[in-house]
């Protein structure tokens, strides 16, 4: 399979995610804004993060979409993966004495640690997307090819 049909098969899980993440929130706004209030931050935070989050998600989604934008949306999906998935992780260990309600969505129905699993698919999904973009995955690709044979 070619290197850019594979990127764009993981673009688009990614952008799909995306797009399921923010729309969930936003359709039922009240929820997300109840869900976010009782997370472990002040309700000032929760206020900004019920519509700052899916903004993000929305432009990361759309910036999945197009090649022009790709590279800088698979590093800020990356990251933004890895924040919510330290997040899941310090909420685990018990750090903040309480454990906040889930995401909204399919996830409300996760486990902390089905959902700290399933974001380290997508993080390992949005690393692999990076390597094919920055050509780094066909070059570890010969090398393991070319010290097979020697």
């Known amino acids: 399979m070619k ?14 995610l995306f797009f399921y993440a923010a729309f969930s929130k936003l359709i039922d706004y ?7 209030r009782n997370q ?10 019920t519509w700052l989050i899916p903004t993000i998600e929305i432009v990361l989604m759309l910036g999945l979409l ?15 993966l890895i924040v919510f998935t330290l997040y899941i992780a310090i ?8 454990v906040p ?8 129905n996760m486990s902390y640690g089905t959902h700290l699993v399933f974001n380290l698919f997508f993080i ?9 973009e920055n050509n780094k995955w066909s070059n570890i690709l ?3 090819h070319y010290n097979q044979f020697s």
């Open 142 to 144: 010969r090398k393991e």
């Open 30 to 36: 009240d929820k997300s804004f109840s869900q976010m």
């Open 40 to 49: 472990v931050f002040s309700p000032f935070f929760a206020s900004i993060f």
């Open 66 to 80: 197009f090649q022009r934008t790709r590279h800088s949306a698979l590093k800020a999906s990356l990251i933004l």
């Open 3 to 16: 290197k850019e049909n594979i990127l764009t098969i993981v673009t688009a899980i990614l952008a799909v």
């Open 124 to 132: 390992a999904l949005a690393t692999f997307g990076l390597l094919i």
């Open 101 to 108: 309600c889930s995401c909204g969505g399919i996830l409300e």
């Open 91 to 98: 909420v685990m260990t018990g750090v903040f004495g309480r």
